[in-house]
């Protein structure tokens, strides 16, 4: 099986990583910012991770993150989701990109000029459980045509600054509505987009559904760093990334 063409899209520059643009599908993992997490990124780095993604979760997360940055041999997205504290722990340790999920979008309208000053990339992860509550109202539910419509409109929240930075994701648990939503927003948007399906792939049944809807996409050109996100070691998700890019024929 041979991959399509990549979409074209800007490149954002994460840390001195080249997301987008041409340049190759970036593997990312997750890991949980705390006291052990600077040994697990460079477990990952060995595995040929590019990017690893630090959630702050607690107090103790927001404390050990300016370290993790410090020593982490890859470029650091702190996941800051909707929670203005973990935003400004991000911002304070001086990460590579900040991840944010727009939920509310005018209230995060507010937030906007923040991120901008800051002078970082943002990564727009827009989820089914936290989409806007105008957009479900319209839509019903969390369609493919809501997730995109919610990424749209936040890029635009930046663009009106003249930030461009960004790169985009869309999360449902529904691999079918993901891939909808991804299809949409490339034909919208210019901007690199990371693949993620949220939830953990916590069987074989689900992991083969998971790696078909990640192939179609990426045989259609689509997705400039992926996360095969599963419930076990974070090296497994690198791996399980890295066979289905090998697999399809894509760099």
Request: proline content about 4%.
């Amino acid at each position: 099986m041979t991959a399509a063409l990549r979409r074209a899209s800007r490149q954002v520059m994460v840390g001195g990583l080249p997301v987008g643009g041409g340049a190759p599908v970036a593997v990312q993992a997750k890991v949980i910012s705390s006291a052990e997490a600077l040994g697990q990124i460079e477990t990952l780095a060995d595995a040929g991770c590019a990017l690893v993604r630090v959630a702050v979760s607690s107090a103790d997360g927001a404390g050990a993150l300016p370290s993790i940055v410090a020593g982490s041999p890859l470029p650091v997205v702190a996941d800051a989701g909707f929670q203005r504290w973990r935003l400004l722990s991000a911002l304070d340790a001086s990460c590579a990109a900040v991840r944010v999920n727009p939920g509310d979008i005018e209230e995060f309208a507010e937030t906007v000029e923040g991120l901008v000053t800051a002078g970082i990339p943002v990564h727009v992860g827009v989820t089914a459980r936290a989409l806007d509550w105008r957009l479900v109202a319209e839509y019903g539910r969390a369609t493919p045509e809501a997730l995109a419509e919610a990424a749209a409109q936040t890029c635009a929240l930046f663009e009106a600054h003249d930030f461009r930075d960004l790169t985009v994701s869309v999360h449902h648990t529904d691999p079918l509505v993901m891939a909808s939503a991804y299809r949409q927003l490339a034909r919208r948007v210019d901007y690199p987009l990371h693949l993620e399906v949220a939830g953990d792939a916590t069987t074989a049944a689900r992991r083969r559904q998971l790696r078909l809807v990640f192939g179609f996409l990426l045989k259609e050109g689509i997705g400039d760093s992926v996360r095969v996100s599963l419930s076990g070691s974070p090296v497994e998700e690198v791996r399980a990334a890295q066979r289905i890019l090998a697999e399809l024929h894509v760099t």
